[in-house]
């Protein structure tokens, strides 16, 4: 559920709202074997026997009477029953919590479908910093080497994969938001007896009633049935919908919020404004400030090499391995990318990226061929 390459978002709905919800889900299930679910008000002359039945009867009921008045109404055509939930909220929170993890599982099947799997790379960049210098540049440089290869088939998908996943985030909060105020509407705040009968006027059901109900039992004794009609309570409606009233703001507040992320995430990946501005720090950092303009010159054909996935990485890297760690990175691939060739007219030599020496025909070095180089940053910058 950790993922390196998650957001703040992914991580409140795939871990934070899953462990509530169970949370909820397994206390709600167990207040019904620690405390008393239902209470009823029974005859007098009712055995241990008799009330033990009677409580486990009505508990299971899914449909009573109210108001009061309608036991009045000749048996078994009793008018204005209403149906409640009570039994289902265990299994509703449950089903709310595998919703919740629907966009990391999505996600973590779709991650070995792109040619990039982002949480591993972060991995191997993360454990790298703990490195030696030397070999340090070495693994950055065969990553740089490896993206190279993966943005020659394609550098989009990982970030359309990415939007997708937070956009999915964004329907997931939505639709939790929406089930609870369809299904437990009555108690976003119906605590009075007004509120509570006009949410059952809106659609003939109550799903936790707060007041008391009328459940009809049969008791057969000898050879007769006698039928009675008891006024019992739930006294874990109140309990449950003081857990859906925090749900309902919970989500409420997390579906802003993640809409927010996937804009700033839209903003990082397609907007030229804020996809280019971290890149061009970094570069202008590696450079010295970018002393002989090649930076300004070759960056849109950088940009475009990069692609949205090349932005979105170095993003994720700044976010989980720190900026020095996607500074190099940049570095690395500015290298391969100027000591490329190519056929515009900006074009540089390939004499000015690796030595001829380790750079095949297409301009990446042999993977295996680790050249002497010199301090950290200072070939790249001479190059520049």
């Not at 509570?196 to 007769?224: M, W, Y």
């Not at 404004?273 to 303009?293: E, F, K, N, P, T």
Request: aromatic fraction near 10%; proline fraction near 6%; charged fraction near 15%.
């Amino acid at each position: 559920m950790l993922r390196h390459d998650y957001s703040w978002s992914d991580i409140a709905l795939s871990f934070g709202a899953t462990l509530l919800l169970t949370i909820l889900a397994v206390t709600s299930l167990g207040l019904r074997y620690v405390t008393d679910p239902i209470a009823c008000w029974l005859p007098s002359q009712f055995t241990i026997s008799y009330r033990d039945y009677t409580h486990e009867l009505c508990f299971h009921r899914t449909n009573f009477y109210l108001p009061l008045e309608s036991i009045r109404a000749p048996l078994p055509h009793a008018l204005n029953t209403v149906s409640t939930y009570h039994q289902l909220v265990p299994f509703a929170l449950g089903i709310g919590a595998l919703l919740c993890l629907m966009p990391h599982v999505v996600w973590r099947m779709l991650s070995g479908l792109l040619w990039m799997d982002a949480h591993a790379l972060l991995s191997t960049l993360a454990d790298n910093q703990r490195q030696a210098a030397d070999r340090r540049h070495v693994v950055l440089r065969d990553t740089a080497i490896l993206l190279q290869a993966g943005f020659k088939g394609g550098n989009v998908f990982l970030a359309l994969g990415a939007l997708f996943r937070k956009l999915l985030t964004c329907v997931t909060c939505t639709v939790q938001l929406v089930l609870v105020v369809v299904f437990f509407r009555p108690q976003l705040g119906a605590e009075r007896e007004s509120d509570f009968e006009t949410a059952k006027n809106l659609d003939g059901s109550v799903p936790l009633p707060h007041q008391s109900v009328s459940c009809d039992i049969k008791i057969r004794q000898r050879q007769n049935v006698q039928h009675f009609t008891v006024q019992c309570l739930l006294p874990l409606s109140p309990v449950y919908s003081k857990a859906f009233t925090f749900l309902f703001y919970f989500f409420l507040l997390l579906t802003v919020l993640c809409v927010f992320d996937l804009l700033i995430w839209v903003g990082r990946v397609i907007i030229p404004g804020l996809r280019d501005a971290a890149v061009q720090r970094y570069l202008a950092a590696v450079s010295g400030g970018d002393g002989d303009g090649a930076v300004s010159q070759l960056y849109p054909r950088f940009s475009e090499y990069l692609g949205w996935d090349g932005r979105l990485l170095l993003a994720l890297t700044a976010d989980y391995c720190g900026p020095l760690a996607a500074a190099d990175l940049t570095n690395h691939l500015w290298a391969i990318f100027k000591g490329a060739p190519r056929t515009a007219p900006c074009a540089v030599p390939p004499t000015q990226g690796f030595p001829e020496s380790t750079t095949g025909t297409s301009g990446v070095r042999d993977a295996g061929a680790v050249p002497d180089m010199p301090a950290h940053g200072e070939a790249e910058t001479k190059r520049l």
